[in-house]
């Protein structure tokens, strides 16, 4: 009795999702995403909380030189913290690197975010965000923004101002940065 066949399966067609360009930087442009936001930071048994407007923001990590200042002060400390954002799929995450007990020279809330348009959808932008430092270990990141960017077209490189409130990044002010 002949063995029956397994029919072989056709390899599927490779669909190939539109690659955004990443280009190398323009001279002079500097990646950055970074703001400062008055609240309320205390220790939990997964590192620091850091409590803003009532809203506890996620903090992914910190900076090793707070870091061991934080572990000689008594929490909770309140005052105003510079923060690295970064948009992940769970939503915003924080990386906490540092505190001034006055208020900055900076406006609150408001966060410069300078990188590379890699998607846009009407008023919903994403960028991606390298570090400036040769061999720096650290993968580029990516930020979403709410707002309105005219005349954008994705590889471009942007710097916003934007502000953070209701747990988004909203574009208050926006130019293209030239070649």
């Known amino acids: 009795m002949p063995k029956p066949s397994i029919p072989k399966r056709s390899p599927a067609p490779a669909?190939?999702?539109?690659?955004t360009p990443v280009l190398p930087p323009p001279l002079g442009f500097e990646y950055q995403a970074f703001g400062f936001l008055a609240g309320e930071l205390s220790a939990g048994k997964e590192g620091y909380?850091?409590?803003?407007?009532?809203?506890?923001?996620?903090?992914?990590?910190?900076?090793?030189?707070?870091?061991r200042w934080l572990n000689t002060q008594e929490l909770p400390l309140t005052g105003f913290f510079g923060l690295y954002p970064k948009s992940t799929r769970s939503g915003t995450t924080f990386w906490l690197k540092s505190f001034e007990a006055s208020a900055p020279a900076t406006e609150?809330?408001?966060?410069?975010?300078?990188?590379?348009?890699?998607?846009?959808?009407?008023?919903?932008?994403?960028l991606r965000i390298h570090r400036n430092q040769p061999n720096s270990t650290a993968k580029p990141f990516l930020i979403?923004?709410?707002?309105?960017?005219?005349?954008?077209?994705?590889?471009?490189?942007?710097?916003l101002e934007c502000l953070w409130e209701d747990e988004r990044f909203s574009l208050l002010d926006g130019r293209r940065f030239e070649l």
Request: net charge neutral.
């Open 15 to 19: 669909q190939r999702a539109p690659q």
């Open 49 to 67: 909380s850091l409590r803003v407007d009532d809203k506890l923001l996620t903090l992914s990590g910190c900076n090793d030189r707070l870091q």
């Open 108 to 126: 609150l809330g408001v966060f410069n975010i300078d990188g590379q348009l890699v998607s846009t959808n009407g008023a919903q932008q994403l």
């Open 144 to 159: 979403k923004v709410s707002g309105f960017l005219p005349e954008s077209k994705l590889g471009q490189f942007w710097e």
